[in-house]
T-cell receptor
Framework: AQSVTQLGSHVSVSEGALVLLRCNYS??????LFWYVQYPNQGLQLLLK??????LVKGINGFEAEFKKSETSFHLTKPSAHMSDAAEYFC????????????FGGGTRLMVKP | DAGVIQSPRHEVTEMGQEVTLRCKPI?????LFWYRQTMMRGLELLIY????????DSGMPEDRFSAKMPNASFSTLKIQPSEPRDSAVYFC???????????FGPGTRLTVL
């Protein structure tokens, strides 16, 4: 079975500070990895994804994530937080041979202080 | 492209009533998913269709829940009878199998009194 763990259900940063949201996964086969963002009262929107190839993946709104197989991690970062980044972020995994079924982490709510 | 369309956006009903949630996936997508989101349980996959056929419904809570996909452009999630604990936001998502990226609709916020 696969699982996704997001460390920290709430993260607070100051505007302009580094954003680091942690995600660890367990999968017996090479995974496909995703980060989604959910703004209040909206559906989930894809930020970025890793399937194969380069392990550093760049997404929308200045976010990026690095797939580290040895650490089974896929942490999300952004060099400088903006007020508009305040939202809930979900890490998700599909096993390489599991069709389209995503397993989501519990989510991390990012708060950005002025 | 209009994206995934869900209706209604909000539904308030009384316990015991039948509720039907509707979803129109993105044209050309061949996979459709129904999720439920609550504060207590987070995001849960309820059921997954591929080419209009239910592939995995192990997440459906109980027999009160049923889902159909009569054609490639329409799906319904029905709750009969509804209970207060069914109150949640229900999301529909679709994907084109090869890319595996799921596109989510805006959700239906269901309140059962």
């Amino acid at each position: 079975a696969q699982s996704v763990t997001q460390l920290g259900s709430h993260v607070s940063v100051s505007e302009g500070a580094l954003v680091l949201l942690r995600c660890n996964y367990s999968s017996s086969v090479p995974p496909y990895l995703f980060w989604y963002v959910q703004y209040p009262n909206q559906g989930l929107q894809l930020l970025l994804k890793y399937t194969t190839g380069a392990t550093l993946v760049k997404g929308i709104n200045g976010f990026e994530a690095e797939f580290k197989k040895s650490e089974t991690s896929f942490h999300l970062t952004k060099p400088s937080a903006h007020m508009s980044d305040a939202a809930e972020y979900f890490c998700a995994v599909i096993r390489g041979n599991a069709g389209n079924m995503l397993t989501f982490g519990g989510g991390t709510r990012l708060m950005v202080k002025p | 492209d209009a994206g995934v369309i869900q209706s209604p956006r909000h539904e308030v009903t009384e316990m015991g009533q039948e509720v039907t949630l509707r979803c129109k996936p993105i044209s050309g997508h061949n996979s459709l998913f129904w999720y439920r989101q609550t504060m207590m349980r987070g995001l849960e996959l309820l059921i997954y269709f591929n080419n209009n056929v239910p592939i995995d419904d192990s997440g459906m809570p109980e027999d009160r829940f049923s889902a159909k996909m009569p054609n490639a452009s329409f799906s319904t999630l029905k709750i009969q009878p509804s209970e207060p604990r069914d109150s949640a936001v229900y999301f529909c998502a679709s994907s084109l199998g090869a890319s595996r990226e799921q596109f989510f609709g805006p959700g239906t916020r269901l309140t059962v009194l």
